[in-house]
């Protein structure tokens, strides 16, 4: 695998992402090996994996690759998108997924983290939710993510003004589990992981799937969905929407019109 690199320890599993040159950014690529992994890892019975960056990386994913997505009149997050598939296969693996964060965290792959199980992270962290910085509407099932991981009104703050949150922060308000100094960090993560291997696994993956369908269970009226899929198509049909994507591939800042 190019993008990644793989070991399992006894029944851990740890994916490290390895893709400097692209900020580790969630291309189609990069996910399509990393959905493959935690398949294979589960057929070789790993009780826990663990998803983490190369040590003294900067950024532990840029999020969304930004330059795969459509330019407009198209849903640039439907079903079928990469980090979709991402999201689903982390949160039905059949056993617990610990987010091991050195570095920053940018757009989708702020959500790629909060669908993990737990998340451990180094103090100088920051989880930034950048979508409104391009131009780009967030899908609902992600804003469902978001909403499961912390209160609205921190998920407002995130996708409203896009700026970094501290790990401390992130903590405080229950976004994440720990906040961890870097030293000790890959120790305590897999001191972590450890004393859940030794569990009973049939007894976690149960209670992994009972809680997934508990936090889902948010009833949308079919009307409210359609409402909600419209106003993501009132964004990406716009001119800002484009926008966005031009600027961000011509490496200038967008001048939204809001239309």
């Known amino acids: 695998m ?13 994916i490290t992402l390895n893709s400097p040159k692209k900020l580790n950014a969630l291309s189609h690529a ?40 459509p330019e407009g009149r198209r849903d640039p997050l439907g079903w079928d998108d990469p980090l979709r598939n991402l999201v689903r296969t982390i ?16 757009g989708g792959a702020v959500e790629t983290v909060l669908a993990c199980d ?21 899908n609902v099932s992600g804003m469902m993510t978001f909403m499961s991981a912390a209160s609205v009104r921190v998920v407002k703050e995130l996708a409203f003004t896009a700026a970094p949150v501290s790990a401390e922060r992130a903590e405080r308000v229950g976004m994440i589990n720990h906040v961890v100094e870097l030293d000790e960090l890959e120790k305590f ?11 009973a696994p049939l ?22 969905f359609e409402k909600v899929q419209g106003l993501r198509r ?7 929407y ?3 994507i031009r600027a961000f591939k011509e490496k200038r800042r967008p001048k939204y019109l809001g239309r």
């Open 2 to 14: 190019e993008s990644i690199e793989l070991s399992l320890e006894g029944h851990i599993g740890i």
């Open 30 to 69: 990069l996910v399509e090996e990393v959905v493959s992994a935690l398949r294979n890892f589960a057929e070789r019975d790993a009780r826990v994996v663990i998803l983490r960056a190369r040590p003294g990386v900067k950024v532990w994913s840029a999020g969304h690759d930004v330059s795969e997505l």
């Open 91 to 106: 949160e039905t693996y059949p056993a617990p997924v610990i987010a091991m964060i050195e570095g920053t965290v940018w």
């Open 118 to 138: 737990i998340v451990i992270a180094a103090p100088a962290s920051t989880f930034a939710v950048t979508p409104a910085r391009l131009g780009v509407p967030y």
């Open 189 to 199: 993560t897999l001191g972590m992981a450890h004393t859940i291997a030794d569990n």
């Open 203 to 224: 007894s976690i993956r149960v209670m992994k799937e009972q809680l997934r369908v508990l936090t889902g269970a948010k009833p949308v009226s079919p009307r409210g």
């Open 234 to 240: 009132v964004v990406y049909d716009s001119y800002d």
């Open 242 to 244: 484009a926008e966005g």
